[in-house]
């Protein structure tokens, strides 16, 4: 079944942890996104990734870090910096950066902190 | 500064009804502009892009660079419509989408 999956779907967090969302893709795309989307705020940019070990920050990067070491794989952590954590994150994924238009999603992952 | 607009939380029709979704855009240049549409318990997924110029579900928009719009319409609204809608723009570098807050659409009978 290709496509994107994210897990876990729902995760809850203490203040002050660290907790690392994953993201896997089996289409073989270069590109791969991570969107941050809040109710009434649509969809923001945290990070992008464009090829291999390479990665750019977007819109609302801080309290955020991530990896690109294999082409299929691009995890999220959301750090105890980032001051508002509790989000529906979306990943996503186009076949190359300059074709971003159709981007690929996955099914989420919900972010709690107590 | 780029910018996706979308003024309408929400938008309420009657099933048969024509339906207008709207989009405003800020962007120096040539944009490149697309609806996105998410359904209940669906992934969020492509509709339409203005490059082209296409129908889908009977959904069309129209890039006007003089009012820097993009709106959605389809002139007979369906219940199955019923969904939220992004509005999104390729970035100055061309990497990435931004996307505006999004429209709820609500189509009842």
């Known amino acids: 079944d290709g496509g994107i999956t994210q897990s876990p779907k729902y995760l809850f967090r203490k203040e002050g942890q660290n907790v690392t969302l994953s993201c896997e893709q089996n289409l073989n795309h270069d590109a791969m996104y991570w969107y941050r989307q809040d109710p009434g705020q649509g969809l923001r940019l945290i990070y992008y990734s464009q090829i291999v070990n390479d990665f750019q920050k977007g819109d609302i990067a801080e309290g955020y870090s991530v990896s690109r070491e294999k082409k299929e794989s691009f995890p999220l952590t959301v750090t105890s910096a980032q001051k508002n954590p509790t989000a529906f994150y979306l990943c996503?994924?186009?076949?190359?950066?300059?074709?971003?238009?159709?981007?690929?999603f996955g099914e989420g992952s919900r972010l709690t902190v107590l | 500064a780029q910018r996706v607009t979308q003024p309408e939380k929400l938008l309420s029709v009657f099933k048969g009804a024509p339906v207008e979704l709207k989009c405003n855009y800020s962007y120096s240049g040539s944009p490149e502009l697309f609806w996105y549409v998410q359904y209940s318990r669906q992934r969020l997924q492509l509709l339409l892009r203005h490059i082209s110029r296409e129908s889908i579900k009977g959904f069309t928009a129209d890039l006007n660079k003089g009012e820097t719009s993009f709106h959605l319409k389809k002139p007979f609204a369906q219940e199955e419509d019923s969904a939220m809608y992004y509005c999104a723009l390729f970035n100055q570098a061309g990497t990435a989408l931004i996307f505006g807050k999004g429209t709820t659409l609500s189509v009842s009978s």
């Open positions: 996503a994924s186009s076949i190359a950066a300059g074709r971003a238009g159709e981007l690929f």
